[in-house]
Protein backbone atom coordinates (compact mmCIF):
# COMPACT_ATOMS: atom_id res chain seq x y z
CA UNK A 1 0.00 0.00 0.00
CA UNK A 2 1.04 3.76 -0.65
CA UNK A 3 2.48 5.80 2.03
CA UNK A 4 2.52 9.59 2.70
CA UNK A 5 3.42 11.12 -0.68
CA UNK A 6 4.41 15.09 -1.06
CA UNK A 7 5.37 16.92 -3.95
CA UNK A 8 7.09 18.93 -4.80
CA UNK A 9 10.36 16.85 -3.32
CA UNK A 10 12.63 19.99 -3.63
CA UNK A 11 11.63 23.48 -4.29
CA UNK A 12 13.75 26.73 -5.00
CA UNK A 13 11.89 30.18 -4.65
CA UNK A 14 12.78 33.57 -5.15
CA UNK A 15 12.05 35.49 -2.21
CA UNK A 16 8.97 36.97 -2.38
CA UNK A 17 7.27 34.11 -4.31
CA UNK A 18 4.60 31.98 -3.11
CA UNK A 19 4.55 28.48 -2.83
CA UNK A 20 2.31 25.60 -2.46
CA UNK A 21 3.34 22.29 -1.00
CA UNK A 22 1.52 19.46 -1.15
CA UNK A 23 0.71 16.35 1.29
CA UNK A 24 -1.44 13.01 0.56
CA UNK A 25 -1.79 10.76 3.42
CA UNK A 26 -2.73 7.54 3.96
CA UNK A 27 -6.01 6.90 2.91
CA UNK A 28 -8.79 6.74 5.54
CA UNK A 29 -6.03 8.59 8.41
CA UNK A 30 -7.91 10.96 10.88
CA UNK A 31 -5.07 12.84 11.88
CA UNK A 32 -2.63 14.71 9.62
CA UNK A 33 0.42 17.04 10.65
CA UNK A 34 2.55 19.86 9.13
CA UNK A 35 6.01 19.79 10.85
CA UNK A 36 9.06 22.43 9.74
CA UNK A 37 12.54 20.42 10.24
CA UNK A 38 15.32 22.87 9.89
CA UNK A 39 19.01 21.18 9.36
CA UNK A 40 19.97 19.32 12.54
CA UNK A 41 16.82 20.00 14.31
CA UNK A 42 14.04 17.95 15.25
CA UNK A 43 10.49 18.65 13.44
CA UNK A 44 8.40 21.61 14.96
CA UNK A 45 4.83 21.44 14.80
CA UNK A 46 2.91 23.85 12.59
CA UNK A 47 -0.49 23.10 12.01
CA UNK A 48 -3.33 19.66 12.73
CA UNK A 49 -5.64 19.07 11.08
CA UNK A 50 -8.33 15.63 11.93
CA UNK A 51 -10.49 15.18 9.09
CA UNK A 52 -11.36 18.27 7.10
CA UNK A 53 -11.07 20.40 10.50
CA UNK A 54 -7.84 22.64 11.36
CA UNK A 55 -8.17 21.90 14.98
CA UNK A 56 -4.79 23.65 15.63
CA UNK A 57 -2.75 26.12 13.77
CA UNK A 58 -0.46 27.60 16.87
CA UNK A 59 2.82 26.42 15.14
CA UNK A 60 2.74 28.59 11.81
CA UNK A 61 5.28 31.25 12.25
CA UNK A 62 3.39 33.71 11.12
CA UNK A 63 0.54 34.65 8.79
CA UNK A 64 2.10 33.83 5.79
CA UNK A 65 1.52 30.74 6.55
CA UNK A 66 -1.57 28.98 5.37
CA UNK A 67 -2.99 25.39 5.71
CA UNK A 68 -5.82 23.76 4.52
CA UNK A 69 -7.29 19.84 3.93
CA UNK A 70 -10.75 20.67 2.46
CA UNK A 71 -12.22 17.09 2.22
CA UNK A 72 -10.16 15.92 5.19
CA UNK A 73 -7.79 13.58 2.84
CA UNK A 74 -4.95 16.04 0.73
CA UNK A 75 -3.55 18.74 2.57
CA UNK A 76 -1.64 21.97 1.22
CA UNK A 77 0.73 24.22 2.68
CA UNK A 78 0.80 27.48 1.40
CA UNK A 79 3.76 30.06 1.93
CA UNK A 80 3.00 33.40 0.54
CA UNK A 81 5.96 35.69 -0.03
CA UNK A 82 8.70 33.29 1.32
CA UNK A 83 11.44 34.93 3.51
CA UNK A 84 14.67 33.09 3.43
CA UNK A 85 14.03 31.97 6.99
CA UNK A 86 11.39 29.64 5.74
CA UNK A 87 14.38 27.64 4.25
CA UNK A 88 13.76 23.96 5.21
CA UNK A 89 12.51 20.48 4.84
CA UNK A 90 8.47 20.82 5.62
CA UNK A 91 7.22 17.15 6.91
CA UNK A 92 3.64 16.01 6.73
CA UNK A 93 3.08 13.20 8.47
CA UNK A 94 -0.94 11.26 9.19
CA UNK A 95 -1.82 8.55 11.79
CA UNK A 96 -4.90 6.17 12.32
CA UNK A 97 -6.51 8.01 15.39
CA UNK A 98 -7.15 11.10 17.08
CA UNK A 99 -4.69 11.22 19.30
CA UNK A 100 -1.46 11.76 17.09
CA UNK A 101 0.15 8.38 18.09
CA UNK A 102 2.03 6.16 15.29
CA UNK A 103 2.86 8.79 12.79
CA UNK A 104 3.58 7.97 9.48
CA UNK A 105 5.70 10.54 7.74
CA UNK A 106 5.99 11.79 3.71
CA UNK A 107 9.74 12.11 2.33
CA UNK A 108 9.34 15.86 3.55
CA UNK A 109 9.96 19.08 0.79
CA UNK A 110 13.03 20.25 0.61
CA UNK A 111 12.43 24.37 0.33
CA UNK A 112 14.96 26.70 -0.73
CA UNK A 113 14.84 30.28 -0.62
CA UNK A 114 16.74 32.36 -2.30
CA UNK B 1 11.69 25.41 21.23
CA UNK B 2 10.19 23.03 22.88
CA UNK B 3 11.81 20.69 22.22
CA UNK B 4 13.09 17.81 24.74
CA UNK B 5 17.19 16.92 25.29
CA UNK B 6 18.31 14.14 23.62
CA UNK B 7 22.12 12.54 24.65
CA UNK B 8 24.94 12.05 22.99
CA UNK B 9 23.91 14.55 20.10
CA UNK B 10 26.11 12.28 18.10
CA UNK B 11 26.96 8.46 18.16
CA UNK B 12 29.51 6.53 16.18
CA UNK B 13 30.23 2.94 17.14
CA UNK B 14 31.17 -0.18 15.39
CA UNK B 15 29.06 -2.52 13.45
CA UNK B 16 27.76 -5.56 16.05
CA UNK B 17 28.22 -3.16 18.84
CA UNK B 18 25.07 -1.60 21.40
CA UNK B 19 24.41 2.10 20.67
CA UNK B 20 22.49 4.06 23.68
CA UNK B 21 20.40 6.86 23.20
CA UNK B 22 19.02 9.04 25.79
CA UNK B 23 16.19 11.28 25.95
CA UNK B 24 14.83 13.89 28.78
CA UNK B 25 11.56 15.57 28.91
CA UNK B 26 10.24 18.51 30.92
CA UNK B 27 6.22 17.67 32.01
CA UNK B 28 4.22 14.34 32.37
CA UNK B 29 3.22 12.43 29.63
CA UNK B 30 0.86 9.70 28.22
CA UNK B 31 3.45 8.21 26.44
CA UNK B 32 6.92 8.16 24.54
CA UNK B 33 7.56 7.39 21.31
CA UNK B 34 10.61 6.96 19.30
CA UNK B 35 11.33 7.44 15.36
CA UNK B 36 14.00 7.32 12.84
CA UNK B 37 15.14 9.29 9.94
CA UNK B 38 17.74 8.21 7.30
CA UNK B 39 19.27 11.14 5.88
CA UNK B 40 17.08 12.95 3.42
CA UNK B 41 13.69 10.91 4.52
CA UNK B 42 10.76 11.15 6.61
CA UNK B 43 10.79 9.74 10.07
CA UNK B 44 9.48 6.10 10.70
CA UNK B 45 8.21 5.01 13.81
CA UNK B 46 10.11 2.75 15.98
CA UNK B 47 8.25 2.39 19.08
CA UNK B 48 5.24 3.46 22.01
CA UNK B 49 5.83 3.19 25.70
CA UNK B 50 3.06 4.15 27.27
CA UNK B 51 3.54 6.48 30.97
CA UNK B 52 2.74 2.43 32.81
CA UNK B 53 5.15 0.96 31.41
CA UNK B 54 8.81 0.43 32.12
CA UNK B 55 10.39 -1.43 29.10
CA UNK B 56 9.35 -2.84 25.70
CA UNK B 57 11.23 -4.28 23.36
CA UNK B 58 11.00 -4.64 19.55
CA UNK B 59 13.56 -7.14 17.43
CA UNK B 60 16.87 -5.38 18.46
CA UNK B 61 15.09 -2.58 20.28
CA UNK B 62 14.93 -2.01 23.90
CA UNK B 63 13.06 0.97 25.18
CA UNK B 64 12.94 2.00 28.96
CA UNK B 65 10.88 4.54 30.31
CA UNK B 66 11.53 6.52 33.69
CA UNK B 67 9.05 8.88 34.53
CA UNK B 68 10.08 9.30 37.71
CA UNK B 69 13.56 10.77 36.26
CA UNK B 70 11.22 12.02 33.29
CA UNK B 71 14.13 10.19 30.97
CA UNK B 72 13.79 7.18 28.56
CA UNK B 73 16.22 5.21 26.57
CA UNK B 74 16.18 4.02 23.45
CA UNK B 75 18.68 0.47 23.30
CA UNK B 76 20.26 -0.74 19.43
CA UNK B 77 21.71 -3.89 20.40
CA UNK B 78 24.35 -5.76 17.59
CA UNK B 79 24.09 -2.94 15.76
CA UNK B 80 24.08 -3.06 11.74
CA UNK B 81 25.72 -0.09 8.85
CA UNK B 82 21.91 0.26 7.66
CA UNK B 83 21.18 1.58 11.44
CA UNK B 84 22.64 4.62 10.82
CA UNK B 85 20.46 6.94 11.11
CA UNK B 86 18.63 10.45 13.59
CA UNK B 87 16.86 9.04 16.36
CA UNK B 88 14.52 10.71 17.77
CA UNK B 89 12.06 10.69 21.02
CA UNK B 90 8.60 12.35 21.12
CA UNK B 91 6.08 13.40 23.81
CA UNK B 92 2.97 14.39 23.89
CA UNK B 93 3.81 17.05 26.57
CA UNK B 94 0.96 18.98 24.67
CA UNK B 95 -1.90 16.59 23.89
CA UNK B 96 -1.55 15.00 20.69
CA UNK B 97 0.65 17.24 19.71
CA UNK B 98 4.07 15.01 19.04
CA UNK B 99 7.54 17.44 21.24
CA UNK B 100 10.39 16.30 19.49
CA UNK B 101 14.13 16.57 20.49
CA UNK B 102 16.75 17.35 18.69
CA UNK B 103 17.94 13.48 17.85
CA UNK B 104 20.92 11.82 18.14
CA UNK B 105 22.96 10.95 15.19
CA UNK B 106 23.85 7.48 15.05
CA UNK B 107 26.83 6.20 12.62
CA UNK B 108 27.89 2.87 12.47
CA UNK B 109 31.08 1.98 10.60
CA UNK B 110 30.96 -1.33 9.03
Known amino acids: GAGVSQSPRYKVAKRGQDVALRCDPI?????LFWYQQALGQGPEFLTY????????KSGLPSDRFFAERPEGSVSTLKIQRTQQEDSAVYLC????????????FGPGTRLTVL | SQQGEEDPQALSIQEGENATMNCSYK?????LQWYRQNSGRGLVHLIL?????REKHSGRLRVTLDTSKKSSSLLITASRAADTASYFC??????????FGRGTSLIVHP
Open chain 2, 49 to 53: IRSNE
Open chain 2, 90 to 99: ATDQRSYIPT
Open chain 1, 27 to 31: SGHVS
Open chain 1, 49 to 56: FQNEAQLD
Open chain 2, 27 to 31: TSINN
Open chain 1, 93 to 104: ASSLDSAGNEQF
